[in-house]
């Protein structure tokens, strides 16, 4: 596509409960990361992958968190057993391997609230 | 490990002034250097980067950034604020011994432009 995609956009769930969220990177793109950003925090690195293989998944902060890429495009992460301090934006990037250096380009976001 | 630190959470200045946003890091080999903006409810857009070459490099929307090595910093600036220019600025860095080409982000900096 022309954009980074993501979905849904917003997201509500009950403080225990699993979550999945949805990115679709630009089509050609091999290089997909996701972040995270809290409210009055910087972007959180969480997971990068390669294809589909995940070489650094040195910034997910739980093993409650888990993220798939498949087809070496679309990717998901995976939370699960909800709580309220994953409230967050979780944001995707993605980019050419190759041109690591015009660095990412970012999906909108989505926004989740643990209640 | 890489970092990147911005000390200001708030930069403000009046239109047609001209305005600085800092960013200083820390990385083990060589770096790359990125600026991103936020607008409100949108993803991140980049602005600018610097990879090699150039100590001054310029960017979307009339943005500039200067690479220092020696002070390990790269400074967004601009010569003419805007109102439009209001949002938040992320500083991001990318260590080239990382084979995961991740970018570490700073904690960003609010710009607000008075009219």
């Known amino acids: 596509g022309a954009g980074v995609s993501q979905s849904p956009s917003n997201k509500v769930t009950e403080k225990g409960k699993d979550v999945e969220l949805r990115c679709d990177p630009i089509?050609?793109?091999?290089?997909l990361y996701w972040y995270r950003q809290s409210l009055g925090q910087g972007l959180e690195f969480l997971i990068y992958?390669?294809?589909?293989?995940?070489?650094?998944k040195s910034g997910l902060p739980s093993d409650r968190f888990s993220a798939e890429r498949t087809g070496g495009s679309v990717s998901t992460l995976t939370i699960q057993r909800t709580q309220q301090e994953d409230s967050a934006v979780y944001l995707c990037?993605?980019?050419?391997?190759?041109?690591?250096?015009?660095?990412?380009?970012f999906g909108s976001g989505t926004r989740l609230t643990v209640v | 490990a890489q970092s990147v630190a911005q000390p200001e959470d708030q930069v403000n200045v009046a239109e047609g002034n001209p305005l600085t946003v800092k960013c200083t890091y820390s990385?083990?080999?060589?770096?790359?250097l990125f600026w991103y903006v936020q607008y409100p409810n949108r993803g991140l857009q980049f602005l600018l980067k610097?990879?090699?070459?150039?100590?001054l490099v310029k960017g979307s929307y009339g943005f500039e950034a200067e690479f220092n090595k020696s002070q390990t910093s790269f400074h967004l600036k601009k010569p003419s604020a805007l109102v439009s220019d209001s949002a938040l600025y992320f500083c991001?860095?990318?260590?080239?011994?990382?084979?995961?080409?991740?970018?570490?982000f700073g904690s960003g900096t609010r710009l607000l432009v008075r009219p």
């Open positions: 990037a993605s980019s050419l391997e190759r041109t690591q250096d015009y660095g990412y380009t």
């Open positions: 089509s050609g793109h091999t290089a």
């Open positions: 992958f390669q294809g589909n293989s995940a070489p650094d």
């Open positions: 990385v083990s080999g060589n770096p790359y």
């Open positions: 610097y990879i090699t070459g150039d100590n």
């Open positions: 991001a860095v990318r260590d080239t011994t990382d084979s995961s080409y991740k970018l570490i």
